[in-house]
């Protein structure tokens, strides 16, 4: 039976079989059993490399952090995560400059960036126009339809990949409701270089 560790653009836990392509940590999530027991522990919501160093984790082990696992980078970014500042700095680095990126009071640093990322993600969700936000973004078109803007199309999120890409002009409506935070927003507008899953370039052929 598959642990319920896997995590939608929305934030929620499932458990599907399909893989990620990046792990994630929100602190001790589970109890001895392996059951979730809590959806968050503390602010800090990270964006981790699936291999780092040769280190190996059993999954869920007791008393260590539990072992969350995203499609792609987008999906983590939309869930309210952030590129680990050790085994993903590069990437951590780029993140903050482009939170940083034509703001009046600079976010200095790791606490300081999950804090301001913590209220980020929990604020409402904006209903914007789909022509102003940049690609990596997700947007909600229903309760349960996930929509990630890429190169010119809204492609359908599933566990295990990215499904039926549909234009915006195609849509009924011009706006919906922008589900990643508005934090990593400014982020991918101001050039984060976001990785996605290889599945959009399958949908768009």
């Known amino acids: 039976m598959p642990r319920q560790n896997r995590v939608t653009p929305g934030g929620a836990l499932i458990a599907t079989t399909a893989r990620g392509t990046f792990m994630g940590n929100r602190g001790i999530l589970h109890d001895e059993r392996q059951r979730i027991v809590r959806t968050s522990r503390g602010p800090m919501w990270l964006i981790c490399r699936l291999?780092?160093?040769?280190?190996?984790?059993?999954?869920?082990?007791p008393g260590t952090y539990t072992e969350l696992f995203f499609l792609d980078e987008a999906v983590a970014l939309a869930a309210g995560h952030r590129p680990c500042g050790e085994c993903r700095r590069i990437h951590y680095r780029a993140y903050l400059d482009a939170v940083n990126a034509g703001r009046d009071g600079p976010?200095?640093?790791?606490?300081?960036?999950?804090?301001?990322?913590n209220a980020s993600r929990r604020a409402p969700r904006p209903t914007l126009?789909?022509?102003?936000?940049p690609d990596g973004v997700f947007v909600a078109l229903g309760d349960d339809e996930f929509?990630?803007?890429?190169d010119g199309a809204l492609h359908r999120w599933s566990p295990e990949g990215y499904l039926a890409p549909v234009a915006p002009a195609d849509l009924e409506c011009s706006e919906a409701a922008v589900v990643t935070p508005a934090l990593s927003v400014a982020a991918l507008r101001h050039g984060y270089p976001v990785s996605v899953h290889h599945s959009v370039q399958v949908g768009q052929g």
């Open 147 to 150: 929509r990630l803007i890429w």
């Open 129 to 133: 126009p789909l022509a102003t936000l």
């Open 107 to 117: 976010i200095g640093g790791g606490r300081d960036l999950d804090r301001h990322l």
């Open 51 to 61: 291999e780092f160093n040769g280190r190996r984790r059993p999954l869920m082990s």
